[in-house]
C-alpha cells in the first residue's frame, strides 16, 4: 500500500504521511473575472449575464485531511509527542529566504502512487490535537492542509534532486506480510487474529496495530472492522476474532 509523501524540489527531501487521506477535495476557480469601467461594473438592461474578462490562469486546490497518531505502528519517528510527526509539513507553510531577497514557502511535490503527481505550495494548514498525556503532551493530530498547484517546470530544465526520488516513491510499498503472528490463523485468502487482553482487562489491540503487525497500511483498519463486524473499533473485548485480508 502506497502512501502519501510529499517531495520538496528545493532539497529532494522526502516528507511521508503515517496514513493516507479518506479524502482529497479538489477545486478549481477559472481565469476570469467581471468586465468593470471607470465607473464600476458594466452592465444593462438587456444582459442576462455579467459581461467577463478572461484573464487566463486561474487556481487549482487541493484540501487533504490527515491523520496522525504516535500509537499507531508505521512511522520511522519513535515519539511521544505527535508534533514530532507533523512538524516537518508544518514546514511546508514557512517562508524560506529567495534570491529575490522576498520569503516564500517551498515548492512541494505531493506524491500518491501513479495517480498524483502535482507540484504545490501549502497555503494554508491547521491541526487538531488530542489524546493528551497527564504532562500535556498530545499524541494524536487532525491535520487539514490547502495546496494550491504551480505551473511544472519548462521541458527541458535542469532536473531536481527530487526528481530521482518521484520514482523511488511511487515504487515504494509495504512489504509482504507475514503470517507468522502471535495469535493468527490462516483461512482461505484472510487471516484470523484474536484480540489480545490486558492483565487489568481490556485490551490494548486496535485495528489500526493490527494492520500494521501484517504488513498492511494503517489505513486498511476499516477493511478489517468491515469483515470483523466491529461497530466500534476503539471497544474491542478480549478474544474477538479480527479478519484480516
Known amino acids: ?127 487538531r490535537l488530542e489524546y493528551f498525556t497527564p504532562e500535556g503532551v498530545p499524541r494524536r493530530s487532525w491535520l487539514r492542509m490547502r495546496m494550491l498547484r504551480v505551473a511544472e517546470p519548462p521541458a527541458g530544465q535542469a532536473v531536481t534532486p527530487s526528481s530521482n526520488l518521484v520514482a523511488t516513491a511511487e515504487a515504494e510499498t509495504v512489504g509482504t506480510p507475514s503470517i507468522a503472528i502471535q495469535g493468527a490463523a490462516v483461512t482461505g485468502e484472510e487471516r484470523v487474529y484474536e484480540v489480545m487482553g490486558e492483565p487489568g482487562g481490556g485490551s490494548s489491540d486496535t485495528l489500526y496495530n493490527v494492520a500494521a503487525r501484517f504488513g498492511l497500511d494503517p489505513s486498511w483498519w476499516r477493511e478489517i472492522a468491515e469483515r470483523s463486524g466491529i461497530d466500534d473499533p476503539l471497544r474491542m473485548e478480549p478474544g474477538t476474532p479480527l479478519r484480516v485480508p
Not at 527531501?13 to 465607473?39: F, H, Y
Not at 438592461?45 to 487566463?56: E, F, N, P, R, V
Not at 514530532?84 to 517562508?95: H, K, Q, R, Y
Open 1 to 127: 500500500m502506497e502512501r502519501v509523501a510529499f517531495l520538496i524540489e528545493r532539497t529532494g527531501e522526502r516528507i511521508g504521511c503515517l496514513l493516507n487521506p479518506e479524502s482529497v477535495v479538489r477545486r478549481r476557480v477559472a481565469g476570469v473575472r467581471a468586465r468593470r469601467s471607470v465607473g464600476g461594473l458594466l452592465t444593462g438592461a438587456g444582459l442576462s449575464d455579467d459581461q467577463l474578462i478572461y484573464t487566463g490562469g486561474g487556481t487549482t486546490e487541493l484540501n487533504l485531511d490527515l491523520l496522525f497518531d504516535v500509537s499507531v505502528a508505521g512511522s520511522t519517528i519513535a515519539t511521544e509527542d505527535v508534533r514530532d510527526l507533523t512538524g516537518p509539513i508544518w514546514s511546508l507553510a514557512e517562508n524560506f529566504p529567495a534570491d529575490d531577497g522576498y520569503g516564500r514557502p517551498p515548492l512541494a511535490r505531493l506524491i500518491w502512487g501513479k495517480s498524483w503527481n502535482i507540484l504545490g505550495v501549502v497555503a494554508a494548514i491547521a491541526e
